[in-house]
């Protein structure tokens, strides 16, 4: 299961050439090349450059450790696994979406980083991220 490892704030990411469009390049992180996710690509939402104040949130999955560009973070929910709502419940493909939380201002959507890129997606990081390792800012 995936878990949010750190929040950070942002910085200058390197373009990783061949990469899926899901992906907006890679980020040395403490001697670590780590794709960042583009999930404003993965949502259809308009795109924007990062700015200073924008975090990146730093999470585990089981193939590998990704960074995920966040207009702002408040903080880290801890909740029980039941306090979840299953997916499969609410709609018959779900796709990346696990679950649902109910919280006191409203719904928290969870994702599924395991399941966030297809198989075509995650074979090319793969490739890009063999064919060269970005150098450090």
Do not use: C, K, W, Y
């Amino acid at each position: 299961m995936a878990a949010v490892d750190r929040i950070v704030r942002a910085a200058q990411i390197t373009p990783l050439p061949s990469a899926p469009a899901i992906i907006l390049g890679a980020l040395n992180l403490a001697g670590a090349v780590l794709p960042v996710f583009n999930l404003r690509r993965r949502f259809r939402l308009p795109e924007r450059d990062i700015e200073p104040a924008d975090h990146f949130l730093i999470a585990q999955t089981a193939q590998r450790t990704v960074v995920l560009v966040i207009d702002h973070a408040q903080g880290v929910l801890e909740l029980p696994t039941a306090a979840a709502i299953d997916a499969a419940t609410l709609t018959p493909d779900p796709g990346h979406f696990s679950g649902v939380l109910r919280l006191e201002d409203g719904l928290v959507l969870i994702h599924d980083l395991q399941r966030f890129l297809s198989q075509d997606e995650a074979r090319g990081l793969d490739l890009a991220l063999s064919r060269g390792t970005p150098s450090a800012d």
